[in-house]
């Protein structure tokens, strides 16, 4: 039972990269999965349940696979290093097109849109902690909201996964920028603790 549920999830997944979320149906499910598709609604009920639980699948396979380099970076600059490896790696492999169909889909289907959400959460969750332990000690500790710093992190960074099957070019200029951004942090550590003081009062004075 548990290997047929499985490989439906699977399925489901390989189906919308292949077909778009206007190619999938319980029989191409089936189909891709080699079973009945009378099975699709014993294990989900529906195939719009089938794809909201296959969403949070991938997201769980997806970052798990990642975790040990994201529990590795010590800085923001392994950090943007690692994001440029899982776009590439990510793109490679089907799921930027998956993601896209599954937003696309959300903004209309009730069932999905919650489960993309969630998805997309578990990747915030990671970038809050590793965001969290990098940041600690530097001057931006003090004043960062490490929470929406992953989520606005998460936010470009699937902006940038779609924007990329349009103008590639953009992409890895704006993917420089933040890197620039990340050296320029990295820069201001190491200016001592004078320099750190007066940043501090500034941005103080802004806030």
Not at 6 to 16: I, P, Q, V
Not at 100 to 110: C, F, K, R, V
Not at 177 to 199: I, N, T, Y
Request: proline share 2%; aromatic share 4%.
């Amino acid at each position: 039972m548990g290997d047929t549920r499985s490989k439906l999830l699977d399925a489901a997944l390989e189906t919308l990269k292949a077909q778009g979320i206007a190619g999938v149906s319980a029989r191409t499910i089936a189909a891709a999965a080699g079973v009945n598709q009378a099975l699709v609604f014993y294990h989900f009920g529906s195939v719009h349940q089938l794809l909201a639980d296959a969403c949070l699948h991938g997201s769980e396979q997806r970052v798990a696979a990642y975790r040990e380099r994201f529990a590795a970076v010590t800085s923001l600059r392994e950090l943007l290093a690692l994001g440029r490896a899982v776009h590439e790696e990510e793109r490679a492999a089907g799921n930027v097109a998956a993601l896209a169909q599954l937003l696309a889909g959300s903004q209309t289907d009730p069932e999905l849109a919650p489960a993309t959400a969630a998805g997309l959460g578990l990747w915030v969750a990671e970038l809050e902690a590793t965001l969290a332990r990098v940041l600690a000690g530097t001057p931006l500790a003090e004043f960062a909201d490490v929470a929406g710093l992953a989520r606005a992190t998460a936010a470009a960074f699937v902006g940038l996964e779609l924007y990329e099957g349009v103008d590639p070019s953009a992409t890895t200029r704006a993917l420089d920028s933040l890197e620039q951004l990340a050296v320029l942090v990295a820069v201001l550590d190491d200016m001592g603790p004078l320099v750190r003081r007066a940043v501090r009062k500034k941005i103080t004075r802004l806030e």
